[in-house]
Nanobody, 128 residues
Framework: QFQFVGSGGGLVQPGGSLRLSCVAS????????IGWFRQAPGKEREGVSC????????NYADSVKGRFTISTDSAKDTVYLQMNSLKPEDTAVYYC?????????????????????WGQGTQVTVSN
């Protein structure tokens, strides 16, 4: 049975940092492109970052470039999203997702339709 369990969200002040994690079970995430997405209240879900299979490349949305870093630990089947210099506009539910059909890879556009297996979301709130 496939599972993708996210954690690490919480409340943080502007300028602070958080590290999100998603642990995969039932599949080795190193073989697939993995993406992070977020959905703010009243807005559509948007791609934040992705990493290709075996971690050979990564892409980021313009809004998070230079602040967020995606990485994987293949031994732990875990993907991370290190978020620094957080802003109130980063407030959202964050989701990890995997391209288990191996059709798209990590595209520059980081599109929702490129991912077919999703973890549950974790809430990130950036506020004073």
């Amino acid at each position: 049975q496939f599972q993708f369990v996210g954690s690490g969200g919480g409340l943080v002040q502007p300028g602070g940092s958080l590290r999100l994690s998603c642990v995969a079970s039932g599949f080795h995430l190193d073989y697939y492109a993995i993406g992070w997405f977020r959905q703010a209240p009243g807005k559509e879900r948007e791609g934040v970052s992705c990493i290709s299979s075996h971690g050979t490349s990564a892409n980021y949305a313009d809004s998070v470039k230079g602040r967020f870093t995606i990485s994987t630990d293949s031994a732990k089947d875990t993907v991370y999203l290190q978020m620094n210099s957080l802003k109130p506009e980063d407030t959202a539910v964050y989701y990890c997702a995997a391209d288990l059909l191996d059709q798209w890879g990590c595209s520059r556009e980081i599109r929702e339709r490129e991912y077919d297996f999703w973890g549950q979301g974790t809430q990130v709130t950036v506020s004073n």
